[in-house]
């Protein structure tokens, strides 16, 4: 199945709408028969590392060079 992207804002790394998604799948195991305090906890399968230089810079914040090249993503 073919992941969309409705640009929704990210949510501790992660896509609101993945997080939706993944919630309303792990619920439906519940009617389903799945009992609920034997469903296990789950982990987002992806995390992204995003770092807004413009917010950083309104605030005083300096961004070591070292700590930009690990950032999956670079808001200018």
């Known amino acids: 199945m073919a992941e969309i992207n409705y ?3 990210k949510v501790n790394g ?3 709408y993945t997080q939706f998604r993944r ?3 792990y619920m439906d195991k519940i009617p389903k028969g799945a009992k609920p305090t034997e469903r296990p906890v789950e982990q987002p399968l992806k995390v992204e ?16 060079p ?4 690990r950032a ?5």
Do not use: C, M
Request: overall charge positive.
């Open 7 to 9: 640009q929704y804002p």
């Open 14 to 16: 992660a896509e609101r």
């Open 23 to 25: 919630a309303a799948a």
């Open 49 to 64: 590392f995003a770092i807004n230089l413009k917010a950083a810079k309104q605030i005083g914040l300096t961004i070591p």
């Open 66 to 69: 070292n700590v930009l090249v």
């Open 72 to 76: 999956d993503r670079v808001i200018r």
